[in-house]
Each structure stands twice: as C-alpha cells, then as structure tokens.
C-alpha cells in the first residue's frame, strides 16, 4: 500500500518494502592503480584543497560513515576513525569492511594521504564508522534487519555532526525516515548518494537520498557536468565530483583501482566539504552551514537565480568560495534552508548516549549541527554545456568560468509513484 506525501518538491512516494539490488560503485572491475593513486584525484585542484587547507581542514567535526565498515589500518586512516559501531550484527565488527567501499568513503572524508593513500579533503575531520548490510554480506551471513535504522539514530546520538549515506534503494522504509527525522531534529546533516541508474532509465528515486530530511547528492564528472550515471529528478539537492575518482579494490586492500566513484564518492565530498564550512565556522549550526553550501554553490552563468535543477540541484560544491572569499549568507541558524521551518537550529542536542547495544558512546567531538530538508522544483531550462563555475574557483558563481566541474541540467517533470510487495531488506552502495 503506497502512502503519497507532499513533501519534495511535489509528492514523494513512501513504501514499506525494499528491494534486492547489486552493490558496487560505477563500471567493470579495473586495473590496480600504482602508488601515485592522489595524481588521479583532480578534484582537489580544481576545488582548489591547498588554498582551503590554509584556512580550514575540518578540525574539530567528526563525519558518521554508515557504510560497509572502515578499515581503521590502511595508511591514510590511522589516527582518524573514532570508536563505531557494528549495526550489521555480522561477524567482525566496523573496522572490518567487507567490500572496500566504507573505506573508500572515510579517506575521501579525512584520509591523511599517508601511504600513497587517498587525500580526504577534510584531513583533519575524524570518522565514526557504523557497518551496515549490503548485498555482499547479505548473500553470506544472516544480518540485523534493522541495521539501517539502528545506525543512524546511533549516529545522531554521537558527537557527529555530520552523517554520510553512501547507499541506496529503490524502496523507501517508514522506520528509516524516521531515523532521519530524528537525526534532523538531534541537528545533523545527513547527506546520502542519489544513486547510479540514470542510464537505465532513472525511472525510480533512490532512498535515503529522496526523503525530504535528507540532501541528495548528484555525481560530477571532470567538466563538471552531471555524471551520465548520476540519478536525477526533483530530489537532488547539490551536487559533488564523483567520475573517475579511485577507490579500493575489495575487502583485501591490496590496492587502489582506477573507475568511477560515483555519487557515493560524491556524497562523501559534499560531507568533506561541509566539514570543512563547519569547522571556519564553528558556532554555526547545520542550517546555516547548509544554507552557505547552496548559496555559494558553482552554478551557469544563464541559471536563474531561486531554481534547482533536477541534476545538480542548487549547484556544484564550492567550500573554498564560502571559507576563502565569504560567498554565502548563514541567515537564521533555527531555520531549514530549505523548508523554512524551524528545525534543528541552536535547540538541538547532541552527544546523548548511543543506541543499539552499543558498547561505548561513539565519537569524541562536541560542537552541535542541524537540519536539511527539500528545496523547490524549479530547474534552469538550458541544455547542458561546457560553460559554468568552477568549484573552488576564485571566480563568482555565475561567472561562466569554462575551467571545469561545469554544470549541465534540465528539468524532469515527476515523481512517479510505483508499488512494491515487501521482500527481505537488500540495498546496494551508490
């Protein structure tokens, strides 16, 4: 039975089921990458990291990964993965990722670049690992069915103020809503993947990233167009590189490999460089750190201000035009940027005790956060092209710049609402 809300930016679609669905990011298997895997991450010059480090790293915010796990041991992640918690209920617990992707995630959010490893564009942010199952660990072991849920209101019950959702279904569940209503109102951002199927028809929106608590990220490629992959409709929110950007191979760690990371890499950016607002801005709360994000997005010179489009949503991630050069108004810290109600704001709390059977409180930092909620449906109607803002780029957001992470977008019409029977809970990484 399908209950039918007006709630994003039209009438979004609630079903009580879920769906069984291949996990993995972007492409076919690759080839291992050789020890220069930070060449191939082109992000960080075009959004101009090195600039932004002199000013902000994250320091003093800790994201929440609700992934596959994150191996604490890799090079690039000692020293930066807070106490956890193992929601899968699987054997082992959250350092031990069973496909990669987890942390993949936590060192494109903080990785140190020791080792040769992945440089986090928040380096100096910490993580809190939840596990979660996916497909993989789903075809081996029994896990909890609950497990989604259970993690993130442990992860609003931490010190994060940040949560990362790099995955995704076609179904949307009324107890994993609600987890995110709580983690609204306990004040975080919680930023989830828009998913990867806009080629096979983009014919269904992918949750969490389409419940109007959550931000939607949509995948950039090296123009800065919307990634051919990259999900789209009236739920994206903003928009983050994610084609050709490296992860690690499986769950052995023996290398990194060269593809596409998708919008999970792009959600894990778009927390990274939340982290980063938040920390120049450490007395703000999640609304207004949201409300700069869009604002001082990287958007065409012919967008019409007030529009969102349905493929990069307010625009691309730009930090550095918030931190370096003041793009962005924080406006009133009770108020969701989006909605206009009062969520989230200076009221929230933060840092109660954990949920879930946890034995001991994750994270260890204090500073409160806030809300996200759906903007309007509104799109530019130009075709995509190769002429937009930079991100990071020392140009004004509509200045034309040509110089990359451009954007591309038009509009799609609805949210189409479909039925489903409920079958056992499976979802995949974005």
Request: charged share 20%; aromatic share 6%; proline share 4%.
């Amino acid at each position: 039975m399908i209950e039918v809300r007006g709630l994003r930016r039209g009438f979004l679609s609630t079903m009580a089921a879920t769906v069984v669905l291949t996990a993995g990011f972007v492409g076919t298997a690759p080839a291992a990458l050789a020890a220069d895997v930070q060449s191939k991450q082109w992000y960080l010059d075009a959004m101009h990291a090195e600039e932004i480090w002199k000013t902000s790293t994250g320091k003093g915010i800790t994201v929440a990964v609700i992934d596959t796990g994150v191996n604490s041991s890799t090079p690039s992640l000692k020293g930066q993965v807070l106490k956890g918690m193992d929601n899968a209920e699987a054997k082992g617990d959250e350092t031990d990722d069973y496909t990669g992707h987890g942390t993949t995630m936590a060192e494109l959010i903080v990785g140190t670049g020791a080792g040769n490893g992945l440089k986090g564009l928040a380096p100096d942010a910490k993580v809190i690992p939840y596990r979660i199952g996916i497909t993989e660990l789903q075809d081996k072991e029994k896990t909890n069915a609950s497990d989604v849920e259970e993690a993130i209101r442990a992860a609003a019950d931490s010190d994060a103020q940040i949560i990362n959702a790099s995955y995704g279904s076609e179904y949307s569940s009324a107890a994993e809503q609600e987890a995110i209503k709580y983690a609204q109102a306990k004040g975080k951002l919680f930023f989830a993947a828009a998913g990867n199927d806009a080629k096979k028809g983009n014919s269904q929106d992918s949750y969490p990233a389409a419940y109007p608590e959550a931000i939607a990220v949509a995948s950039t490629d090296q123009n800065g167009k919307a990634s051919e992959y990259s999900q789209h409709g009236s739920f994206v929110d903003i928009a983050a590189p994610g084609s050709d950007i490296p992860r690690w191979c499986d769950e052995n760690f023996t290398g990194y490999c060269n593809g596409d990371g998708g919008t999970s890499a792009a959600t894990a950016i778009a927390s990274a460089s939340a982290a980063l607002i938040w920390s120049a801005h450490p007395d703000w709360t999640g609304n207004q750190v949201l409300r700069v994000m869009f604002e001082s997005a990287g958007r065409n010179k012919d967008w019409k201000p007030g529009t969102v489009s349905n493929y990069l949503g307010h625009g691309i991630v730009r930090p550095n035009a918030n931190i370096n050069r003041g793009v962005g108004k924080p406006g009133d810290p009770d108020i969701s940027p989006l909605t206009n109600t009062r969520i989230g704001g200076k009221s929230a709390t933060s840092g109660t005790a954990g949920t879930s059977g946890a034995s001991a409180k994750p994270g260890s930092t204090t500073e409160p956060g806030a809300s996200t909620a759906p903007g309007s449906s509104q799109a530019p109607e130009a075709k995509p092209s190769a002429d937009g803002a930079v991100a990071g780029s020392d140009k004004s957001a509509d200045s034309g710049s040509s110089l990359g992470l451009v954007i591309g977008g038009v509009a799609v019409v609805a949210v189409v609402a479909v039925a489903a029977f409920l079958i056992v809970r499976r979802r995949r990484t974005a």
